[in-house]
């Protein structure tokens, strides 16, 4: 009885509670959750047949592994150089570096068919790029390479901006511990700066996957998206709006929703796992 | 532009030498990092201007007063102008209940409200296609044989309100890409504030609409205002979702990235990187905002610090 009374107050100090979660809940449902319950809706309309048929046909297949296999190596080339990136910014001094931390955060504010036209052509035949690669034999586009590149452009962000304020609010005692124990540079990195920093590194990591599987403006225009070699699967869900076969779009956006969900739990345990590895340091 | 190492925090030499790299590694690191992002942001950014100005200023005018081009520009601006103060009132909304009230189901909500940024873009234009296209439940209502509210369903025919490729669509799959940005950033922020301020004021005798005013809104401007930046950034630079609701038609539903589009698929490269250098000049000009927001926030957070 007590309990309740004295919840009862605690809510009627601050007005506007029925309100703004109403119109939170509200909104939410309208825009996100209605519209994407039609995906469900609609692979309903498909026989279970139908559905595996069309989510395994060749072009779908040969996607994923062209969609996950890209994403995977970008974000891992992002995470060796992206934890460069925020190691020089967080602990050294350099000419441009204020310059360089805003600019870190170019691809996610550069609109992505800019970044897809810029990509496309950098690396295109006649292009600065393109016209020193090729006497060597590299081609970019219209290559998987080039998914790959466009790919890196916009995961670059997510590792740097994980890892920097995990790095920033490290302890310096520890390392000093370590180091009046004995220990070299190398041994204090991998011993110990390097395991505090390995949940934020995988956050980013899963983070900057998560974006790649779903990108779309910036792949297009490099990638040249023929059939079973460049094609993204955004790109063959594309292909079936184009012909109006929403069922086929739909089946196909079913795998990638259920994918992308997956790995929005991953990264919320992630985030979980590295406040609370923060807070032990802490105490 | 040679990136020089000094001594590690210069405001602290010496401080923490023993626990440093040797100058040769950090020299090295420096220099390996500095490739890779000229390499991936600053050639990709400088290639995007001097494309746009490889056939001269008098073309590049030219290309951007294109009536296609102005009415792209025009449509992008509406579209943002209408999603973004929406998801501004509504991320307000989302931070006031999450963070000034307890409830049950507080963490299934959080992760609902980030839901649109793990979904693709392309998937999240196919999702009003199914909603609102001639073959969802739009379409389906408006040519039902005894659709329910026959008033409605005949008012909608008799002025054939479209909603893909047409506006509607547009401002839909534009809000939905953005939905997040506001809440995101001002949840964290009010519930680091806590509700003591607000208490306050209420005890003290102010109204509701009062203590939003001149208690929280103060506190939490500079973060609605990041928010708001960033918001309007992918509002305006939108693709992939737009792309699947436009229908592309030119000069009516197109916006700027789909005229860049439209310009670069007819081999008018020096024409689609034209208009590609407005939102280049847009995301410069973000960053740059969003780099004095941070700034004037880490000011604000010392001064509060120190008094």
Redesign the interface.
């Known amino acids: 009885m007590a309990l309740n009374t004295k919840r009862r107050k605690?809510?009627r100090?601050?007005?506007?509670?029925k309100?703004?979660?109403g119109?939170?809940?509200f909104?939410?449902g309208l825009?996100?959750?209605?519209?994407?319950s039609?995906?469900f809706?609609?692979t309903s309309s498909l026989t279970w047949q139908d559905f595996w048929h069309t989510v395994t046909m060749p072009t779908a297949m040969a996607s994923y592994r062209l969609t996950f296999g890209a994403s995977f190596l970008a974000a891992l080339i992002n995470a060796f150089?992206g934890f460069?990136?925020a190691?020089?910014l967080v602990?050294?001094?350099?000419?441009?570096k204020?310059l360089?931390?805003?600019?870190?955060?170019?691809?996610?504010?550069?609109?992505?068919?800019?970044?897809?036209?810029?990509?496309a052509?950098?690396y295109s035949k006649n292009g600065?790029?393109g016209h020193c690669l090729e006497p060597l034999g590299i081609k970019v586009a219209n290559t998987q390479l080039g998914v790959f590149v466009a790919l890196?452009?916009i995961g670059?962000p997510f590792i740097v901006r994980t890892v920097q304020p995990i790095l920033d609010d490290l302890d310096?005692e520890l390392?000093?511990a370590a180091?009046?124990l004995g220990a070299n540079?190398w041994q204090?990195f991998w011993r110990v700066i390097f395991p505090m920093l390995t949940p934020a590194l995988l956050t980013g990591f899963a983070m900057a996957f998560?974006r790649a599987?779903?990108?779309?403006?910036s792949v297009i225009?490099i990638a040249g998206n023929i059939p079973l070699k460049t094609q993204i699967?955004?790109v063959v869900?594309?292909g079936e709006?184009d012909m109006f076969d929403?069922a086929k779009?739909?089946a196909i956006?079913v795998v990638?929703?259920v994918v992308?969900?997956v790995?929005?739990l991953g990264v919320?345990v992630l985030q979980w796992w590295t406040n609370r590895h923060n807070t032990t340091n802490l105490a | 532009m040679t990136p020089v190492a000094t001594t590690f925090h210069g405001a602290r030499p010496g401080h923490r030498r023993t626990t440093s790299e040797s100058p040769a590694v950090r020299r090295l690191l420096i220099g390996v990092a500095m490739a890779f992002l000229c390499l991936f942001l600053f050639l990709p950014l400088i290639f995007v201007f001097v494309q746009a100005l490889v056939k001269g200023l008098g073309f590049y005018l030219h290309t951007i007063t294109d009536p296609l081009a102005l009415s792209a520009i025009k449509l992008t601006f509406i579209a943002a102008a209408i999603a973004v103060p929406l998801n501004c009132v509504f991320g307000v909304c989302a931070a006031w209940a999450i963070a000034k009230f307890d409830f049950r189901g507080k963490n299934i909500l959080l992760t609902l409200i980030d839901l649109p940024f793990s979904v693709s873009p392309v998937i999240s234009g196919l999702i009003y296609v199914l909603v609102f296209g001639a073959q969802g439940w739009y379409g389906l209502y408006r040519n039902a044989d005894n659709p329910t509210f026959p008033w409605l369903a005949n008012w909608l025919n008799d002025h054939n309100v479209n909603i893909i490729f047409a506006l509607p669509g547009i401002v839909l799959a534009t809000i939905f890409v953005t939905f997040p940005f506001v809440a995101r950033e001002l949840i964290p922020l009010m519930q680091a504030q806590g509700r003591a301020e607000e208490e306050a004021a209420r005890v003290l005798g102010a109204s509701g609409w009062q203590t939003f005013a001149r208690v929280t809104l103060p506190n939490i401007k500079w973060g609605l205002l990041y928010g708001v930046i960033l918001c309007n950034a992918r509002a305006m630079g939108e693709f992939g979702a737009v792309s699947v609701v436009s229908g592309k038609i030119q000069g009516r539903t197109n916006t700027i990235p789909l005229h860049i589009e439209a310009l670069y698929d007819n081999y008018n490269f020096a024409g689609a990187f034209a208009v590609a250098s407005l939102l280049a000049l847009l995301a410069l000009v973000t960053l740059g905002l969003k780099t004095w927001v941070e700034y004037k926030n880490a000011a604000l957070n010392q001064d509060e610090s120190k008094a």
């Open positions: 605690k809510i100090v601050l007005p506007g509670f309100l703004t979660l119109f939170t809940l909104y939410l825009i996100v959750l209605i519209p994407l039609a995906v809706w609609k150089f460069i990136v190691w020089i602990r050294y001094d350099f000419f441009g204020k360089v931390d805003a600019l870190v955060d170019l691809p996610f504010a550069l609109p992505t068919a800019v970044a897809g036209i810029t990509l052509s950098l600065w790029l890196t452009f670059l310096p390392e000093e180091a009046s540079r204090v998560a599987l779903g990108e779309y403006g225009f699967t955004p869900i594309m709006l929403y779009a739909t956006a990638m929703l992308s969900f790995l929005l919320n």
